[in-house]
């Protein structure tokens, strides 16, 4: 199956795939959002309880403290210190991939 037809310049992707794609990724979301929620109450209530790790047949929970992160300022250190970044600078390949988008 064809999935994308070119007309010149054009890409035209099938009707039927991208209907599908975007009821995928809509219901993604929606599942996501409903996942962030639990995790939400389940998280204040492991702290108003003072639960730091819960286990059931299916899930093992545990609390993860806050705490703070440190990291490197990139743009900075590359703009102010140029010889340095590209001393350190370390350069990984990325495989090739697609990115989806919802409209509306």
Not at 22 to 28: Q, S
Not at 45 to 66: F, H, R, W
Request: charged share 40%.
């Amino acid at each position: 199956m064809e999935l994308i037809k070119l007309y010149g310049e054009a890409a035209i992707l099938d009707g039927t795939t991208a209907k599908h794609i975007a009821e995928f990724e809509k219901m993604a979301k929606e599942i996501k959002a409903k996942e962030d929620e639990l995790k939400k109450e389940i998280l204040k209530e492991m702290e108003s309880k003072g639960i730091i790790k819960l286990d059931t047949d299916e899930l093992s929970i545990s609390y993860v403290a806050p705490t703070d992160r440190e990291t490197l300022d990139t743009k900075t250190l590359r703009e102010e210190l140029p010889d340095i970044y590209d001393t350190y600078v370390k350069i990984s390949p990325v495989k090739s991939s697609i990115r989806i988008k919802l409209k509306g």
